[in-house]
């Protein structure tokens, strides 16, 4: 079966101490069936470097590779709005990232509007960071997928277990809230797919983590419909993709 992995990364990352290169990936997809959307880390020493080598990429694997836009929100906002019109304009980016830990910023937070306006503006997914570190309780996405009901949400990491519950809550209460799965609980995975299997996408993250996230599929006990609309149909759909 086909594979979207909604969440990988290229570049160096100074915040959390990481780095995937190029190769890495290109080796991630030799090996597998999958399309990859790929964002820079939140400590990308230069992300607007790391979007020119995405949409590199995107071009030598067109159709297999789809660029996620990832800056800083405290840049300056004529530099955040540049960039991120030129890469949704130019570059057939698809979706914007708001890296809550990463970026140490809340949803509420005025300086995370502008991703929200962008994302609104383009019709394109606006993927937030669930999880461990600050201000990455799911819940405080709830007022804002009030305020912008036609700007899809994904939850990065689904609330990473110790928020799940939040997470699937939220899934459930907004048409426009979705969950990605990359560092899930194999039992929280199941109940997500259980409850809502329209709104649930793959996700793997770093290169040591593809083992780990293919592993549990083979854990699911899900029909064969559902696990194709998680690993390829709905992610598809939210991300508009022409695949
Ligand atoms: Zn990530």
């Given at each position: 079966m086909r594979v979207l992995d909604t969440h990988m990364h290229l570049g160096e990352c100074l915040v959390f101490g990481l780095n995937i290169r190029e190769e890495e990936l290109v080796d991630y997809l030799n090996k597998y069936d999958v399309v990859v959307i790929i964002q820079p880390f939140p400590?990308?020493?230069?992300p607007v470097k790391v979007h020119d080598k995405i949409y590199e990429l995107s071009i030598r694997y067109r159709g297999r590779v789809f660029g996620l836009a990832s800056i800083n929100?405290?840049?300056s906002q004529e530099l955040i709005t540049k960039e991120l019109d030129r890469v949704l304009n130019q570059l057939g980016f698809v979706g914007i990232k708001l890296h809550t830990a990463g970026h140490s910023?809340?949803?509420?937070?005025?300086?995370a509007l502008p991703l929200f306006e962008t994302a609104k503006k383009h019709r394109v997914p606006l993927m937030i960071h669930t999880g461990?570190?600050?201000?990455?309780?799911?819940?405080?996405v709830a007022s804002r997928a009030e305020e912008y009901p036609d700007v899809k949400i994904v939850l990065a990491?689904?609330?990473?277990?110790?928020?799940a519950n939040t997470a699937l809550w939220l899934a459930k209460k907004y048409d426009n809230i979705y969950l990605e799965t990359s560092w899930s609980y194999i039992y929280d995975l199941q109940a997500f797919l259980n409850a809502v299997p329209d709104k649930v996408v793959f996700g793997t993250d770093l290169i040591e983590n593809i083992p780990v996230e293919y592993a549990k599929l083979n854990a699911l006990k899900v029909s064969e419909d559902i696990k194709e609309k998680f690993l390829y149909l709905n992610a598809k759909k939210i991300f508009k993709l022409s695949i």
């Open positions: 400590g990308a020493p230069d929100p405290f840049f910023i809340s949803p509420l937070n005025p300086r461990p570190g600050s201000f990455s309780d799911p819940a405080l990491h689904a609330g990473f277990g110790i928020y």
